[in-house]
């Protein structure tokens, strides 16, 4: 650029910036909380609960006293039919808070239970 006689010489144009957009999904960091009880199970013969073939140590379920062989036939008040009805009725809860498990030991003896689900990592 050639500058003219007695001109002052004008500053770089500078870009306008402006704030990112909002992005209309959340972050893919950003996960919601769910609810675990650090137990492994699967349908319990006949239909009748979620058997329970793993209990993590720590975790909720070893603190709240279930051990393996338990079966789990309701949570929070809803009969639980299978595995994967525990798997629903887990992930419906809020973890922090505590919720009521009636089991039935391999002795048969039925127990019920308070336990308080922590949070899946």
């Known amino acids: 650029m050639q500058q003219q006689a007695g001109a002052a010489p004008r500053p770089p ?8 957009a909002a992005s209309a999904s959340p972050s893919p960091s950003v ?3 769910r609810a675990a009880l650090g137990v492994e199970a699967v349908d319990a013969p006949k239909g009748a609960g ?6 993590h140590v720590p975790g909720p379920g070893y603190t709240a006293g279930l051990v393996r062989g338990d079966v789990l ?8 039919g299978s595995a994967g009805a ?3 009725a887990v992930a419906a809860a809020r973890p922090g808070q505590q919720v ?3 089991v039935r030991h391999g002795s048969g003896a039925h127990q019920v239970l308070a336990v308080t689900p922590g949070v899946v990592t």
């Open 13 to 20: 144009a500078l870009a306008q910036s402006r704030p990112p």
């Open 31 to 33: 996960r919601p909380v």
């Open 50 to 55: 979620a058997l329970l073939v793993g209990v």
């Open 73 to 80: 036939i309701a949570f929070g008040g809803s009969r639980i």
């Open 86 to 88: 525990l798997a629903q």
């Open 100 to 102: 009521t498990l009636t």
